[in-house]
């Protein structure tokens, strides 16, 4: 097991602190005035992780997941399918960025299990995998609610670009009652 230098962990979170200064671009397209940043979506998703009731599925690998599906942001920002870019341009500039993650960690045993953490989320072949997919897009409808109430906006893309992707029974259980919520608020 190889141990990170001190200097390698500090030029790491100064990496990560990009995640919170960096608006998620869904947000700043919209106008939304103070939008939530990455690490805000990512701290949420990771209460969301803990959250859930299932004892076929390993919370704490999806707490770490969630903590770091979008870590490669930090270096590239938040590129949405509205962007202009593919979606294999973006898995390449995100590789590319956990690249630069790993040998910032000197590719120690820590680095590894981020990047492999951020490999399985990106091939969503597991059920943790799949999971966090659902919490991903469960997060953004939550606060996509919670702006229309605050900013007075109707973000009708959000939720139609959501609409019938949910596959845990949890997650479907909550979608519900944000969908729920948001009718009585309207």
């Not at 845990?168 to 259980?173: D, I, L, S, T």
Request: glycine share 6%.
């Amino acid at each position: 097991m190889s141990q990170t230098s001190a200097s390698s962990i500090i030029e790491f979170l100064s990496i990560v602190e990009g995640l919170k200064r960096t608006k998620r671009t869904g947000w700043i397209n919209n106008g939304i005035r103070g939008g939530e940043s990455i690490a805000d979506h990512m701290y949420r998703m990771s209460i969301m992780a803990m959250l859930i009731d299932d004892p076929t599925i390993n919370r704490t690998h999806c707490i770490k997941m969630s903590i770091v599906h979008d870590i490669a942001e930090s270096l590239v920002g938040d590129i949405t399918p509205y962007d202009g870019i593919s979606k294999e341009e973006k898995y390449k500039l995100e590789k590319e960025g956990m690249k630069k993650i790993m040998d910032t960690l000197e590719n120690s045993t820590v680095a590894q299990e981020i990047e492999m953490l951020w490999l399985e989320y990106e091939e969503n072949k597991t059920n943790e995998a799949k999971l966090v997919h659902d919490l991903d897009k469960c997060e953004m409808i939550q606060q996509a609610m919670e702006y229309e109430l605050s900013e007075g906006k109707q973000l009708d893309s959000f939720f139609e670009s959501t609409k019938g992707i949910f596959s845990h029974p949890q997650v479907k259980e909550w979608v519900e009652e944000i969908y729920r919520r948001r009718k009585r608020s309207n």
